[in-house]
């Protein structure tokens, strides 16, 4: 399908915008128009009825940030392998709804220059509600999180200095341009993006004098984090030598604002030697080209990539069998990503790795929201949560990203109980679920229903039947409460979205 709507969903749009009647008991516009064109809750979801966690539920839980209601169904009508050819090529999945939502952040499509005539936090909070509700609604959801991998990869901290002005412009043309396409690709445009070069001093990095030392912040953390890893063998002296090629990167200024642009007054043409490859003298700009080209065709760095990658996908301590199918991947295909995603996702490693890894905040938070088919627009109190949690989006200040494994977001276990009895109890302003809708679509029309069998909840939510155990500790709980008040329905969605079951993914 095409990028624009057809005239005849302009008309049914235009139309909703003239009916103020049934828009005065929606929270917003935009979930209602999504509702009307197949967004919301479907009319009939389906549950699993397996002890292991369905395939499909997996799938979408790891490739993605967990099922939309609706999800795990269509995937095994479309088949396991086939959904995930079609999530390698976003560009012919048609998400017109979420791109509906999410034009009202229009900082984030803008140019740098343009982007210095907004204040900040207006900004930050364009730039993080974007983000967040690109993960909830789109249904490109393997691209999503390759863009979260990618951001923390190439982690930058909007707060330093101007990074603010320039990170939607790095996120656009940087991260989500390339994140399926070729690493190398990643790497050169990451090199010299503005945002980069403030975060990590490259416009400081200047030739000064035979005698000068240029910075070597970002050199170090090209080699240390992006490229080799930090036992990927280079030296200080690699480090010195790659900030040499790096140099005379500058920003512009004037109409040119948040623009980078190469001066070769500033930069260090003799000849260098990095990890052992020369780089002839007189290279001007190409020096940066020359460089990434060495430092993506190291045999660490295949290893490297590949290893977070498995981290990422299956498992926290990576199956070395499967980290070095995945390097060979990389390198017998220059580096090419979707490759190397084929080879984990396809693998008896991913779908042995059920249920094993802790969700990070934000992945939790938008499965929350995912799960229960919420509406939102990601307002302040969503981000305030993921801020309680330590996960605000691009937040993080030192360029290693935030942490891919367990143990630092475990202290976050009680901001995660609260979110999810807030979601749950409707208490999130501008995040609304209708658990009514919900609950009819899994088949548990009324309360009474649901006081009969508490257990269909947990294996929607979860994608398996619950253990003995579990299913004792819930009926435990039904029986302890009159279910003649919503509010105890409200509270099991909220204490099996806060379960270990559904903590884990």
């Avoid at 010299?192 to 005698?211: F, H, I, R």
């Avoid at 989006?393 to 009680?414: H, I, K, R, S, V």
């Avoid at 807030?422 to 208490?427: D, K, Q, T």
């Amino acid at each position: 399908m095409g990028s624009e709507f057809s005239r005849r969903e302009f008309l049914a749009i235009s139309g909703l915008l003239g009916c103020a009647l049934p828009l005065a008991s929606c929270s917003n516009l935009n979930g209602y128009i999504a509702d009307r064109f197949g967004g919301g809750i479907p009319e009939k979801v389906g549950v699993t009825n397996g002890q292991e966690i369905d395939p499909a539920f997996h799938l979408i839980s790891r490739a993605g940030f967990g099922p939309w209601p609706g999800d795990v169904e269509n995937i095994k009508k479309q088949g396991v392998n086939n959904w995930i050819e079609e999530q390698l090529q976003p560009e012919k999945i048609d998400d017109r709804l979420c791109d509906f939502r999410t034009k009202r952040f229009e900082s984030v499509f803008l140019d740098p220059a343009t982007c210095y005539e907004f204040k900040r936090e207006a900004l930050r909070k364009d730039l993080c509600r974007y983000h967040l509700m690109r993960s909830v609604y789109s249904k490109r959801q393997l691209l999503e999180s390759m863009v979260e991998f990618f951001s923390d990869h190439f982690n930058i901290y909007i707060e330093k200095g101007d990074c603010i002005y320039l990170k939607a412009t790095d996120d656009r043309s940087v991260i989500r341009k390339n994140a399926l396409g070729r690493f190398r690709d990643l790497v050169l445009a990451s090199a010299t993006s503005p945002a980069m070069l403030v975060y990590l001093d490259g416009k400081e990095n200047k030739k000064d004098g035979p005698n000068g030392i240029p910075n070597e912040n970002y050199a170090r953390e090209l080699l240390e984090l992006h490229t080799l890893g930090v036992d990927g063998g280079y030296t200080q002296k690699d480090v010195y030598e790659a900030a040499r090629c790096l140099t005379g990167w500058r920003l512009g200024s004037e109409s040119k604002r948040g623009t980078a642009f190469f001066d070769p007054g500033f930069h260090d043409d003799g000849q260098k030697v990095v990890l052992g490859k020369k780089i002839p003298a007189g290279g001007g700009q190409k020096d940066v080209e020359m460089l990434v080209d060495i430092a993506c065709n190291h045999p660490s760095t295949a290893r490297h990539i590949a290893k977070k990658l498995v981290a990422h996908f299956v498992c926290e301590e990576a199956p070395p069998a499967l980290v070095k199918r995945v390097a060979k991947r990389f390198s017998d295909t220059g580096g090419q990503i979707k490759p190397m995603l084929r080879e984990i996702l396809y693998s008896n490693e991913f779908r042995a790795s059920a249920g094993s890894k802790l969700k990070r905040p934000f992945q939790y938070v938008v499965s929350c929201m995912r799960a229960t088919g919420a509406d939102t627009m990601a307002g302040d109190e969503v981000l305030e949560f993921l801020t309680r949690m330590g996960h605000g989006p691009f937040q993080y200040p030192t360029p290693d990203g935030y942490p891919a494994e367990a143990n630092p977001w475990l202290g976050t276990l009680l901001w995660r109980w609260n979110f999810a009895f807030a979601l749950c109890s409707n208490s999130i302003e501008t995040a609304n679920v209708s658990l009514d809708s919900l609950c009819a679509a899994i088949g548990l029309e009324d309360l009474e229903s649901i006081k009969k069998d508490p257990e269909r909840l947990f294996a929607y939510l979860s994608g398996r039947r619950a253990t003995a155990q579990e299913s004792k500790a819930f009926r435990a709980y039904v029986s302890r409460r009159d279910f003649k008040d919503e509010k105890v329905r409200d509270e099991l969605i909220g204490l099996i979205l806060s379960s270990p079951a559904f903590q884990k993914v």
